[in-house]
């Protein structure tokens, strides 16, 4: 190697190691910060939170979701035919259980 290239080569280095400690120190710096100023304790509440939210309303309507998308598989597996072909087999609402989304869709005219 040239002795140019080794005195580049080394003057590089000193920069990557000295770029690397400051980083390091930097986050360091960094942690204690937010330790002192409480973001860690925020912000494991706020995981908690988001959690609940999680377990309290998304986990029930995923339950839901898939309890009613299950009543339309069973329609296919009772019925003789294709869920397609009859327009009963579409959705197992009862006719009272108020409008479906497609005739809301049809009675606004976007359907």
Excluded: C, N
Excluded at 12 to 38: N, P, Q, S
Excluded at 77 to 94: C, E, G, M, N, Y
């Amino acid at each position: 190697m040239h002795p140019v290239s080794v005195l580049t080569f080394g003057i590089f280095l000193a920069g990557y190691i000295t770029a690397r400690w400051d980083l390091v120190t930097r986050l360091y710096e960094l942690a204690i910060f937010a330790w002192d100023h409480g973001v860690i304790t925020r912000a494991a509440k706020g995981f908690a939170v988001l959690s609940i939210f999680f377990l309290a309303v998304l986990i029930p309507i995923e339950r839901i979701a898939a309890r009613e998308s299950d009543l339309v598989s069973l329609h296919a597996v009772f019925a003789k035919h294709s869920i397609w072909s009859d327009p009963l087999f579409q959705h197992p609402r009862t006719k009272d259980s108020g409008i479906s989304a497609r005739e809301q869709l049809r009675r606004r005219g976007s359907f």
